[in-house]
């Protein structure tokens, strides 16, 4: 997950979409090295909420947002992702429930509510977004619902995959006395950069308006 701050103005500029890519053994210990950590990284881009978008709240009448005027409350859960990384093209695929509760449950409804899916590389430029919807249907009677969403991206495995250079310094093996043994790599702008670069995300949340987005984040 991105920084409060971050997320929000990418949300405000409607658009997101990075992928930082997974470790299959963060933290792993690598003594036979004497020093350091052992990480696999995978160009696969992990999935996330940003901050505020995660749930939507409608207002009856729309230019209200006191409690007594809430209509309906929905919130995205569940999210589940798979990736396949074999080809040129990582592909990502991202499910996950919505979950929603109506103030009056007399008479059928359908209520339908936007979604983001994007794509950022580096924590600020974006790579793609769609806008879709999700269809919500309230039986008579019923205050809940819920429904199911999807999202997809695919993210060039050049472009995820670290230049040699960069991946030599990160795991260069270091052992006790060594000059640079207690030097931190991502401490160089370089390859800090380098990193960031190859790193994507894929970010999902309702696609609110500045109304809603403000009454999530102040309320």
């Known amino acids: 997950m991105m920084a409060n701050g971050r997320l929000k103005n990418i949300v ?6 990075l992928a930082v890519s997974g470790c299959a053994k963060d ?8 020093v350091g950590v052992s990480v696999t990284r995978s160009g696969c881009p992990p999935v996330a909420v940003p901050d505020y978008t995660g749930d ?3 207002f009856d009448p729309v230019n209200s ?9 929905a919130n995205i859960t569940n999210v589940r992702s798979t990736c396949n990384s074999e080809g040129a093209r990582i592909y990502t695929e991202a499910t996950f429930d ?13 209520v339908t509510v936007p979604y983001f899916s994007t794509v950022v590389q580096g924590g600020t430029a974006v790579v793609a977004k769609r806008v879709n919807n999700v269809t919500l249907q309230f039986a008579d009677g019923a205050y809940r ?14 472009a995820a995959r670290l230049p040699e250079d960069v991946i030599e310094r990160l795991t260069k093996r270091r052992k006790p006395g060594d000059p ?6 991502l401490a160089d702008p370089a390859v800090k950069a380098a990193v960031a670069r190859s ?21």
Request: aromatic share 4%; proline share 1%.
């Open 180 to 185: 640079d043994a207690a030097l931190d790599p």
């Open 12 to 17: 405000l500029a409607a658009v997101t979409v």
């Open 56 to 58: 939507i709240t409608i």
């Open 98 to 110: 919505v979950r929603a509760v109506r103030s009056n449950a007399a008479g059928a409804r359908t």
């Open 65 to 73: 947002t006191n409690a007594s005027a809430i209509d309906v409350v």
């Open 27 to 34: 933290g792993a210990i690598d003594v036979s090295s004497g």
């Open 199 to 219: 790193s994507f995300e894929l970010l999902i949340g309702f696609q609110l308006t500045q109304a809603q987005l403000q009454y999530n984040a102040t309320r």
């Open 145 to 158: 619902a819920s429904a199911s969403g999807k999202a997809g991206s695919y993210i060039d495995a050049s």
